[in-house]
């Protein structure tokens, strides 16, 4: 899935707003996805918690129906490629560096 960060997405912005040849559509994505299970455990490692469990997808949809797979089950793996090739500079190229800035925790113990 992709992800990014509330200084790089404000990052984005500025630079689309600023660079008159950037018109259209343009991903506001971290250059490097991830699934949702590696977005679990990341969390769980930044947080220095348990990972949660996962859910089956069937008791997902049973609950939610077709909204399960349009949501929680659907995969999107966007690229900023237009903004890489426009010069911007990501300040958080990796999740686990996103996580740790915007939930304040900047040293993680092995």
């Given at each position: 899935?992709?992800?990014?960060?509330?200084?790089?997405?404000?990052?984005?912005i500025a630079q689309a707003?600023?660079?008159e040849t950037l018109s259209?559509?343009?991903?506001?994505?971290a250059p490097a996805p991830v699934t949702n299970a590696e977005?679990?455990?990341?969390?769980g490692r930044v947080l220095r918690r348990p990972a949660a469990l996962p859910v089956p997808a069937g008791?997902?949809?049973?609950?939610?129906?077709?909204?399960a797979d349009e949501t929680l089950l659907a995969s999107?793996?966007?690229?900023?490629?237009?903004?890489?090739a426009g010069g911007y500079e990501f300040r958080?190229?990796?999740?686990?560096?996103?996580?740790?800035?915007?939930?304040?925790?900047h040293t993680v113990r092995a």
């Open positions: 899935m992709s992800w990014i960060s509330i200084d790089d997405l404000v990052g984005c707003l600023a660079d259209g559509a343009v991903n506001a994505v977005f679990t455990r990341e969390l008791v997902l949809r049973a609950a939610l129906g077709a909204m999107t793996r966007a690229e900023p490629a237009r903004l890489l958080h190229k990796t999740l686990g560096s996103a996580l740790r800035h915007v939930l304040g925790m």
